[in-house]
């Protein structure tokens, strides 16, 4: 009889993961935030700064941005799905995503650090105390930036956490070595329990020039630093992105202090494309030009969104994505042209 038991159990065990835990649902899910986070700069750009050149620039971004979700969607197809004894190790996984967002949210109330610096330091810790875990840590960290503004309770951020591991292991077949993908798990997550609540997101007006200048600067140095560390020196993406995370965090603000704490955010956003692979982008070039791309979206993402856990990593994952689908878009044309 108890053997019967576990076996219908194993049953619907493994048709829950069958049907729900299929990489393209995964896919959909990721790809709603760098999508909504494009089409904000563009009304940004368009309708706020009614900038021509700016609105052309994101006009190309976007198309390799979907040009990059559509390629990730036909490599899908050749994704197998989850099997029934992944289970145990999921539910590890999601607990791991909690205690990464519960913990970070604790350090940045109860600490005089901020939020970056916090996530920094949980990264850090995690890699050496849980290697095995630190990438779903990492993740966690990302809901626990959430601003306490938003996240007015820690059952909020548990919440925000478990939906994040819920995501973070449905999401795992796809975006496979892409920087931001953990960080747009966690926005995914953070916005659906803020959007339920009365809480607002923060909106702050465009940088002005002169600080759109170093935000661009700050994005490219701080990806090809990360990428750099993670690759060549082989340090992994979790501890170089942290790394830089919590250097900039200390830094950026002593040396200006009026923009140090905006500049901080935009290397540490910079930071999680130089997690990216080299199978996804080979160089430091690529990397820089995603970099780039970042600094772009994060100055016309000011205004939406602000103090939502996630938004650097979902800025980062749309800008690697970007500069991976229009390469192939690139390569893709000049094929149809010969």
Known sequence: MA????????RWVYTFYSVFFTPRIGLLILAG??????????????IVTQSVVTTGALVIVSVGL????????DTTATVET???PTVRTDAQYVTAVMGGAIVTLIVTIELPVSSIVAASLVALFGALIIPKFAVA?????FVGMTSPLLFTTYTQALLAGFL???VFVLCRPVFDGVG????????????????????????????SLTTQFLIYLYAVSGAVVTFMLSVRFDRGPVVASATVGAISGILLPVIYPT?????????????FVGMVSADRLADEFRVAVAGAVAGLIFIYTTPYVGGSGGKLGTIAFGACLTVWGGEALIQRLKTLHK
């Open 3 to 10: 053997e019967s038991t576990r076996s219908l159990s194993r």
């Open 33 to 46: 935030g760098p999508i909504v986070l494009f089409a904000l700069s563009l009304h940004g750009a368009t």
């Open 66 to 73: 979907l040009y990059g979700l559509k390629k990730e969607w």
């Open 82 to 84: 989850y099997d029934v």
């Open 137 to 141: 840590i990492y993740c966690g960290a």
């Open 164 to 166: 994040a591991g819920g």
């Open 180 to 207: 931001g993908k953990l960080g747009t798990t966690a926005f995914v997550a953070a916005t659906a329990v803020v959007a339920v609540t009365v809480a607002e997101f923060h909106s702050d007006p465009l940088p």
């Open 259 to 271: 923009d140090g704490s905006l500049l901080a955010a935009v290397v540490f956003c910079a930071s």
